[in-house]
């Protein structure tokens, strides 16, 4: 099952924060999130194993709720730089497929 | 490093014809993946391995088919192409290792069924 996304689209000025939410029906082993920019591949950007921890660098960061199965991208202060589709990936465990979610488009505008 | 490497980067294929993508890893994962993304779409699963003679299929695997005679490469075959593989290939090596657990992305190949 396709983890769900949202929103599915955003549009954000330069310095605005943005959130990204994914949700799973499935119970989670762990979450990944990747940013993917018009005609290239996915970039891996962090991972959350389940525990509920909160994972970042510098102005990007997650969260993982394994007993709501969900995971939220914070983007704080946006720059141009982040505009792309972000994608969410969910393990279920077992052997480690990685399902992706349904992408949502983030484009920041000066 | 190289990291994920694949060829061709563009290809046209007529209907039933065949062809194999080539997908070469230089950081000694086990694990690897096939995936394709639609126009506009996310990424589905094609076929997975978790190392050297174990192969296992995803979500899409119909048309395709896999070996991983070695830890470096993961070709996949498309037998008989049809329009409805149109699409861009992505494959994939992963660390697997807990919290530095990372996945890396080759640069795609973009096919076109015509």
């Known amino acids: 099952q396709q983890p769900v996304q949202s929103p599915q689209a955003v549009i954000l000025r330069e310095g605005e924060d943005a959130v990204i939410n994914c949700s799973s029906s499935?119970?989670?082993?762990?979450v990944h999130w990747y940013r993917q920019k018009h005609g290239e591949a996915p970039v891996f950007l962090m991972i959350?194993?389940?525990?509920?921890e909160q994972k970042g660098h510098e102005k990007i960061s997650a969260s993982f709720n394994e007993k709501k199965q969900q995971s939220s991208l914070y983007l704080t202060a946006s720059q141009l730089s982040y505009s792309g589709t972000y994608f969410c990936?969910?393990?279920?465990?077992?052997?480690?497929?990685?399902?992706f979610g349904t992408g949502t488009k983030l484009q920041v505008i000066p | 490093n190289a990291g994920v490497t694949q060829t061709p980067k563009f290809r046209i294929l007529k209907i039933g014809q065949s062809m194999t993508l080539q997908c070469t890893q230089d950081m000694n994962h086990n694990y690897m993946y096939w995936y394709r993304q639609d126009p506009g779409m996310g990424l589905k699963l094609i076929y997975y391995s978790v190392g050297a003679g174990i192969t296992d299929k995803g979500e899409v695997p119909n048309g395709y088919n896999v070996s991983r005679s070695t830890t470096e490469d993961f070709p996949l075959r498309l037998e008989l192409a049809a329009p409805s593989q149109t699409s861009v290939y992505f494959c994939?090596?992963?660390?697997?290792?807990?919290?530095?657990?990372?996945?890396?992305f080759g640069p795609g190949t973009r096919l076109t069924v015509l």
């Open positions: 499935k119970a989670l082993y762990s």
């Open positions: 959350l194993l389940k525990g509920g």
């Open positions: 994939a090596s992963r660390t697997m290792a807990g919290f530095t657990d990372t996945q890396y």
């Open positions: 990936g969910t393990d279920s465990g077992g052997y480690q497929k990685v399902t």
